[in-house]
């Protein structure tokens, strides 16, 4: 069973859809007793990241979070969800994240002008040649293109990039740290290929 | 790199699929869920659903479509039709919806799109425009292009982008029917002011305008189309195999 984090961030139509396509439980839910008896645990999110931050400290699930990924049981963050895991982002602004990966969020840098600033659309996804290709992406090949939406992206975060697309720079795709993963993209939206990677992050745990 | 997307649009009245389709192997060929797989399997990006229904009524049936369609195929559904209110917005968002355009909404309530954009995020808005040269200048046209609302398409685009509209569709109702192509001059002014994805829209007949849309306007992104995808003249596998040996970069 997978504990999809409910903070009143998001629409969840999508990603609870998907769960029951593959055929793998999933509840929704803001109650920590519900969700500490998954096996898994997601955190969604789309919008800006300071009210992210704030509804899920106001929802007290961050220390929920914080203690689902050391107890080792796999996380997975998407979008903003993703970069709540991250240290700080500078999101109109400076705010701390959950830091449970190293690494901070900045806005894609567009210096030429010359780039439509939210990123919408698909991208293809590069694996980093100097590591093992993570368990997410077992079934994902090298180009292959998921759907993004997204205006600031991950960096500093060398050791735990697990994925990159390219955006006039090469941006995090993805990241990974043991038991913590997160993806800039959005699986439930990525057709055949998404489909696949929140299969894989089923078969964790 | 991005790819550019290609987007089959199905106008869907009273939970049917409007135009027929002659898809060998398709159940049934109006349904619209059925339709939305079927692309979805064969390369489509996106789907616009389109609702013509004037009763509520109808507008029950298509929101059963909707939720049905977005529970079995998983790329980004946009809809559009009857989106006046933040509450139409709200409506198709919890039945899966993950963008909405707004199109004649808008025009009888401009703040629809900034309201919108705040609640949902810009990424959630897309403004859908028809327009029409009228001596000389570009017109916005309402009431799917029935209507002159003598408004000036690219201040009408300009003030849509700075309310929070994260992307536009630019239906041409010049080009729109007459399978010649996309409206180029058109599309090309209205890349000089956006900066947010530009969809394509009204013209398309045949795999070539695609390429030629895309070749000569590196500002579109997605070029949408209904007719020549329903009625199979163009599949969408083999327009992007084509588009993709032009070295225009697609999601294959």
Known sequence: ?205 | MITKRIIPCLDVRDGRVVKGTNFLGLRDVSSPVDLARYYSENGADELVFYDITASSDGRKLFTDILVETASTVFIPLTVGGGINTLADFDRVLKCGADKVSVNSGAIRNPSLIGEAAKRYGSQCVVLSVDIKRVDGTFHVFAKGGREDTGKDALEWIRFGLAEGAGELVINSIDTDGVKGGFDLPMLRAVCEIADVPVIASGGAGCAEDFVKLFQSIPGVDAGLAASIFHFGEVRIEDLKKLLASHNIPMRI
């Open chain 1, 1 to 205: 069973m997978t504990g999809i984090i409910d903070y009143g961030v998001g629409n969840l139509f999508s990603l609870c859809s998907s769960f029951a396509f593959i055929g793998e439980r999933a509840i929704v839910s803001g109650d920590r007793d519900e969700l500490s008896a998954c096996e898994r645990i997601l955190l969604p999110g789309v919008g800006a990241f300071a009210d992210a931050a704030d509804k899920l400290r106001e929802s007290g699930l961050d220390a929920f979070v914080l203690e689902a990924a050391s107890s080792g049981k796999p996380l997975l963050g998407i979008c903003l969800g993703m970069q709540l895991l991250f240290e700080r982002s500078y999101e109109f602004g400076d705010y701390a994240g959950l830091g449970l990966l190293k690494g901070k969020i900045v806005p894609i840098p567009d210096q030429n002008h010359t780039l439509k600033i939210p990123q919408i659309g698909w991208n293809a996804l590069h694996f980093p040649q100097d590591k093992p290709k993570g368990p997410l992406f077992r079934d994902v090949h090298e180009g292959d293109c998921v759907y993004f939406v997204h205006s600031f992206y991950a960096t500093d975060c060398a050791d735990s990039v697990s994925a990159t697309t390219e955006y006039g720079i090469e941006l995090t795709a993805a990241a990974e740290s043991g038991n913590v993963f997160g993806t800039q993209f959005h699986p439930e939206k990525s057709g055949t290929v998404g489909l696949k990677i929140l299969r894989s992050f089923c078969a964790l745990g």
